[in-house]
T-cell receptor, first 110, second 112 residues
């Protein structure tokens, strides 16, 4: 079955440092979505990438979809304490449902 | 307030008991989903419904059943709860299959 792997599982950074999480699929994805879940909260949609090689930015967040549409990354520049949470990627193949990655839990040390 | 509502927020349940987790959305979304979230395993799809009147099995459907009698409601039933079903359950909806998902607040279920 389809698998979406996400690394690292945990990341601790000093406030102001950069952070990157990576998402890899065993199959070609039709699109990929990213979600953020604050501690004790529910996942909230951040963005969707559809095109091969697509790059999108949201303030300090940069999202990238690989050329082969099998991998994606989320990069946060100069982390802040408000960035704390778990970041999930979710990939979709064809007309199938979304498969979520295992998530990366980010801790930002003030 | 538009969105997706889950009930109860939390529940402690004796093993062997039957339990229904409720989920209601008022966004007129076609697709609805149930996920369970366990530490280190991310969000795993239990069941889904692409439109009212239809349902499908996700990655981990065993021990769970769903129904979709109308657009708004998508209840999840545990026929006979077991401790391995202790988890946080999230209901979600999207306008169409695989589109941006909106999540409920979650139900924390403990089976003892």
């Amino acid at each position: 079955g389809q698998q979406v792997m996400q690394i690292p599982q945990y990341q601790h950074v000093q406030e102001g440092e950069d952070f990157t999480t990576y998402c890899n699929s065993s199959t070609t994805l039709s699109n990929i979505q990213w979600y953020k879940q604050r501690p004790g909260g529910h996942p909230v949609f951040l963005i969707q990438l559809v095109k091969s090689g697509e790059v999108k930015k949201q303030k300090r967040l940069t999202f990238q979809f690989g050329e082969a549409k099998k991998n994606s990354s989320l990069h946060i520049t100069a982390t802040q304490t408000t960035d704390v949470g778990t970041y999930f990627c979710a990939g979709r193949t064809g007309a199938n449902n979304l498969f979520f990655g295992t998530g990366t839990r980010l801790t930002v040390i003030p | 307030i538009a969105g997706i509502t889950q009930a109860p927020t939390s529940q402690i349940l004796a093993a062997g008991r039957r339990m229904t987790l409720r989920c209601t959305q008022d966004m007129r979304h076609n697709a609805m989903y149930w996920y369970r979230q366990d530490l280190g395993l991310g969000l795993r799809l239990i069941h889904y419904s692409n439109t009212a009147g239809t349902t499908g099995k996700g990655e981990v459907p065993d021990g769970y059943s769903v129904s979709r009698a109308n657009t708004d409601d998508f209840p999840l039933t545990l026929a006979s709860a077991v401790p391995s079903q202790t988890s946080v359950y999230f209901c979600a909806s999207s306008a169409g299959r695989g589109e941006q998902a909106f999540f409920g607040q979650g139900t924390r279920l403990t089976v003892v």
